[in-house]
């Protein structure tokens, strides 16, 4: 991951195309790490993230190894305090991040990468990125760790239909449901995404959180905080089932089969 300002922006850009920018432990924690830098400089107004490769963010490692799930496991049996440090907290940071953030997304933004790319308070989308949570019926999972999609669609059906057909949104049908800003080529996506993010530093910092603030805490005040929460305690709670164990570790298997030993790890990967 890169991490760059200029102009009162900064610039988080995902750098680990070889594993379709993966949210490995690395990844994670390098993400949140420039947040903090981010939020820490009275000099950046806008948080813009972006991403090289074929696509945006390929979301989890399928085959679950992470160091927190793996000492989480060895201690109690379950990975509930692992995926709450790992995938709840951060996702809450990044909804909660006091000033404006923007996605600029192409290709493919899956799993837990498609949060890392709508909830940003804007997403632009390129004409060849498309969206998709697919846990459920590829995992057994109930989603993620913090299911945001109720609050990103308002629509029980369109969540429904989403999630439990594992459907792959393109980005013309995402703009239709309101889950990104707008659609651009992709040649012209960077390019439309700073030039709105310039727009916006235009105003005060103060006024940027302030805005930012209250419209947070409306979402907020419907519950979204409290549900995305509880996301990661029913996941737990599924994980403990035997139908839904045999799942995971069926896709697991299969993820450890197709990637092969000579990707296993970041280092192997690069």
């Not at 089969?257 to 192997?268: E, L, V």
Request: aromatic letters at 8%.
């Amino acid at each position: 991951m890169t991490y760059g300002v200029a102009e009162a922006i900064a610039e988080i850009t995902l750098d680990f195309p070889q594993r379709g920018n993966l949210q490995d432990h690395d990844m994670v924690w390098a993400f949140d790490e420039a947040l903090d830098l981010a939020e820490a400089d009275y000099d950046v107004k806008v948080v813009l993230i972006k991403a090289n490769g074929k696509g945006f963010c390929s979301g989890h490692d399928g085959t679950g190894n992470y160091p927190e799930f793996n000492e989480n496991r060895e201690r109690t049996g379950t990975t509930w305090t692992g995926q709450s440090a790992l995938f709840l907290d951060p996702v809450i940071r990044l909804w909660e991040f006091p000033k404006p953030t923007i996605a600029a997304v192409h290709g493919y933004a899956a799993g837990g990468g498609s949060y890392w790319a709508l909830l940003p308070d804007l997403t632009i989308a390129s004409e060849d990125a498309w969206f998709q949570m697919p846990h459920v019926k590829l995992m057994g999972l109930p989603g993620a760790e913090t299911m945001i999609e109720p609050w990103m669609f308002m629509s029980s059906k369109r969540t429904f239909e989403y999630l439990y057909r594992r459907q792959k949104l393109d980005a013309a049908r995402a703009r239709e449901l309101n889950l990104v800003n707008d659609v651009v080529p992709r040649d012209k996506l960077e390019e439309t995404a700073r030039t709105i993010a310039l727009e916006i530093a235009e105003a005060p910092l103060t006024t940027l959180r302030a805005t930012k603030l209250m419209v947070k805490r409306a979402w907020e005040l419907m519950g979204m905080r409290a549900h995305l929460q509880w996301s990661n305690d029913m996941l737990t709670v599924c994980t403990a089932h035997t139908d839904v164990q045999a799942q995971i570790h069926a896709t697991i298997a299969e993820v450890i089969r197709t990637r092969g030993p000579k990707q296993s790890d970041r280092t192997a990967a690069r």
